[in-house]
């Protein structure tokens, strides 16, 4: 069953499709957390082995300023507050953030644009979920991020396992 | 401009070209009468009620909460109020959604290469919209719609590996229409613009679909770097990305010529995917 999730909703099913400014979080072993075309966006997907939750955000911007009016419409469009958001719903699933393994996935930028801060959302958005991550005490575990990529994550919730590819490419196992 | 081009093409991509479904006649009409030629409002509506779709379309467009509260009636009222520019975008989008299929070569499926176009379009309104002084003409929005047409001709009528040109692109470090240059001696750019000439756009759109890839430019044009920019902003919203990723060409001082911050940036970002999201849940409920 292939499900789309609304901001802040757990769902059963096997197979979960988080666009952008969405997330999912998951207790169920037979789910897939698929999200696709990551290219400046970021995925944070955690893991939680010890209750067996996997959770992943797919967000857009850094800052939840940038529009507030969005920002309360869909939170997890951006990293701060997709981020508090992806966090306190797998907390309602019986997660610790101290036993929390997270990976970060996508932050690609535009070949030539690197350097020019007015348009590199991708480097942006990077630096803004490492930020909040380690002012929360999160430590990132692994990462495929940079380059000029695009990106699809799988994270499977059996054992929170991240696959990510580019086009039919494999990536990264994280 | 693209004549001496065109003659350097392979015949099958010039057949393509010439062989693509013509525009519909309103399209011309509705270019013509933006030139400023003897057209009347009156016969493109005429010519508009042939097309019960498209006039269903426009209607519901002209009876948004967007626009007025007295209900448009027929396709002449939903004309005067929307604008002759709508009309043609919403013209050309049909029509491209018509011919679209997927472009294997560039890693884009049935989906891909229309809705990268769409989010563009999408795009250079909301530029426009947050940047009013620029003037950037409202073809801009059609120019953003079509800039990658190119990608179609050449993945229906060239054998084009596309992993043999990330690869090459990765190898030397180049841009995926750089590696496209030098592995098939064309791109999609210069394809794009001459499909735009064949259907007798403007010289400043096939301009804009020439040259949106450009790090540097020695154009001056707000509606080729509208395109530009529409291009990003539709690539950072997920729209397309296929094969070429972000490894393609812009120039680096697009933002400074349309007077662009970080924060507006942002903000047609979010216009855009918004305004996507809702265009691709739409086109999904129809029956």
Known sequence: MSTTIDPAGTCRGSRLVVGIGELAVSQSPDDMIITHALGSCIAVCVWDPQVRVAGLLHFLLPEAKLNMDRAKRQPATFADSGIALLFQTAYKQGVDKSRCIVRLVGGAEVAGLQGVAALNVGKRNLLAARQILWQNGVMVSGESTGGTIPRTVNLRASDGVVDVRTGRDMVATL | MLSSIKGALPADIVRGITDLAPL?????????????????????????????????????????????????????????????????????????????????????????????????????????????????PATADTAALLHDIGKLIISRYLKVDAREVTAYAAQHEVTWSEAERRLIGFDHTIIGAVVAEHWNFPADVALAIRHHHDAETTHDSRLLDAVMLANLVAKMVGAGLGEEGLNFGVSASVHERLSLDFSVFAKICLTTQEAMRDLVAGSQAKP
Request: no cysteine; net charge neutral.
């Open chain 2, 24 to 136: 519909p006649a309103t399209a011309h009409r509705l270019m013509a009468l933006l030139r400023g030629d003897d057209e009347s409002l009156t016969s493109i509506a005429k010519l508009l009620e042939s097309d019960q779709g498209l006039v269903a379309s426009l209607l519901r467009r002209a009876n948004s909460a967007r626009y007025m509260s007295n209900p448009a009636r027929n396709a002449l009222d939903a004309v005067m109020r929307v604008g002759t520019v709508s009309v043609l975008d919403m013209v050309v989008q049909e029509h491209l959604r018509s011919l679209i299929t997927a472009a294997p070569t560039y890693g884009l499926d049935e989906n891909d290469l229309w809705q990268h176009g769409a989010a563009a379009q999408l795009a250079a309104r909301a530029l426009r919209t947050e940047r009013p002084l620029l003037q950037i």
